[in-house]
T-cell receptor, first 114, second 114 residues
């Protein structure tokens, strides 16, 4: 079965360290997204990609970067982790760019920045 | 700022009763609306999508859309304890890069009491 997997599932790091969260999907979807989820907020878009070598900034992109070198992977990098980036991060993918269709989510990565 | 608003709850409903979840959105141009269910510690999963005014039924779930009043609702009939979860409303809005992106409500926590 096709799926989308994230790693690590849990990560504790220190302020100022670089952290990379991996996302791998086997749906062969062109469109991939990174969201963060915090209490009292909806899912907020960090970065997204419509295909290989395409990346775009979302609503809360400051302090984050992504790269897309193949269809399957969209790693999210925190260049210098801050306590405000403590959150649950979800990767998602979708078949088309239209306003229909389901977003498929990974299991989430819980990041704690001390 | 384009917004999607939901009552955070918790909404407590007796088993077997109808649970009614509401969502309002600010962008009059929105055309696509979604309800996702998220169990505690898990990722969101699609329950219903709706694109036209009126009702759309799928098993025990009914989505209702009123574009003039800018609200979308989800009814769950014959509520079961397994329906206890957070329900996320998501709406496509025209985004910064002239593409459409999902804007998410913060979710309503639903508790079904046996």
């Amino acid at each position: 079965d096709a799926e989308i997997t994230q790693s690590p599932r849990h990560k504790i790091t220190e302020t100022g360290r670089q952290v990379t969260l991996a996302c791998h999907q086997t749906w062969n979807h062109n469109n991939m997204f990174w969201y963060r989820q915090d209490l009292g907020h909806g899912l907020r878009l960090i970065h997204y990609s419509y295909g290989v070598h395409d990346t775009n900034k979302g609503e809360v992109s400051d302090g984050y970067s992504v790269s897309r070198s193949n269809t399957e992977d969209l790693p999210l990098t925190l260049e210098s982790a801050a306590s405000s980036q403590t959150s649950v991060y979800f990767c998602a993918s979708k078949h088309g760019q239209d306003m229909a269709g389901e977003l498929f989510f990974g299991e989430g990565s819980r990041l704690t920045v001390l | 700022q384009k917004e999607v608003e939901q009552n955070s709850g918790p909404l407590s409903v007796p088993e077997g009763a109808i649970a009614s979840l509401n969502c309002t959105y600010s962008d009059r141009g929105s055309q696509s609306f979604f309800w996702y269910r998220q169990y505690s510690g898990k990722s969101p999963e699609l329950i219903m999508s709706i694109y036209s005014n009126g009702d759309k039924e799928d098993g025990r779930f009914t989505a209702q859309l009123n574009k003039a009043s800018q609200y979308v609702s989800l009814l769950i009939r014959d509520s079961q304890p397994s329906d206890s979860a957070t329900y996320l409303c998501a709406v496509y809005v025209l985004y910064m890069d002239s593409n459409y992106q999902l804007i998410w409500g913060a979710g309503t926590k639903l508790i079904i009491k046996p």
